[in-house]
């Protein structure tokens, strides 16, 4: 990339996330209509935050986009159809590309909530191949694309979030609620942080079964 890319905005990593994702779970449909690109941008299962974006606003980001040759429409037939083209751009393999799509689409995740929330775009053998690809993107010489955040007060993993809309908001590492407050209870905080593991541990195992099934999350939607 002979130039670095300016922050983009939420829409614009929600219209790149959306149109790599559905590149693997819908390849039949695949480059997306308007219409398609919109509803994967609004949809309310695996996204975070779920957002409400129109037609307009849409077009708008994705002539931001074109710009940057993130993306290309493809108008040879009656409904122009778009395409990503961010591995290109950002000159990173495709399990870079795995990992940047599940950041965009869902927020910053710890790396075993990564491999698990990229299954549909990439198998990773393990955690450590996650780690190793995050550190090599958090690394890179033309500019880091990741970022390890600070441990939040009882998370027991760190997070890691994208840099493609700037450095994102570091979560408090201390706290100091009042006197009684939720954040000096010990308990409270592993209670927390066990609910935490079993919500991964769920998503892992909802994965596995509508992959048994022939199903995705997104048909449930």
């Known amino acids: ?30 480059p997306l209509s308007l219409n398609a690109l919109v509803a994967g941008c609004n ?11 129109s037609d307009a606003d849409v077009l708008e980001a994705l002539d931001s986009l074109r710009s940057h040759t993130l993306i290309m429409e493809n108008s040879g037939g009656r409904v122009s159809r778009y395409s990503h ?22 927020g910053p995740q710890t790396a075993a909530e990564l491999r698990a929330n990229c299954e549909r775009l990439h198998r990773f053998a393990d955690v450590s191949s996650v780690e190793a690809f995050l550190a090599e993107l958090a690394e890179r010489p033309a500019g880091a694309l990741v970022v390890e955040l ?21 979560p408090t590492t201390s706290a100091t609620p009042a006197s009684g407050g939720a954040g000096r209870d010990p308990l409270l905080a592993d209670r927390v942080a066990r609910l935490e593991d079993e919500v991964a541990t769920l998503r892992k195992q909802l994965a596995r079964l509508y992959e048994k099934l022939g199903e995705s999350p997104d048909d449930a939607a």
């Open 1 to 30: 990339m002979s130039h670095p890319l300016p922050p983009l905005s939420l829409l614009e990593t929600r219209i790149l996330g959306v149109l790599v994702e559905k590149e693997h779970t819908v390849p039949d449909t695949y």
């Open 43 to 53: 949809q309310k299962t695996s996204r975070d935050p779920v957002i409400d974006a």
């Open 85 to 106: 083209n961010i591995a290109r751009v950002l000159q990173v393999p495709s399990q870079a590309v795995a990992l940047l799509t599940a950041l965009m689409l869902r």
């Open 150 to 170: 600070p441990r939040a007060p009882g998370a027991r993993e760190n997070r890691w979030a994208h840099l493609l809309s700037g450095t994102p908001a570091m």
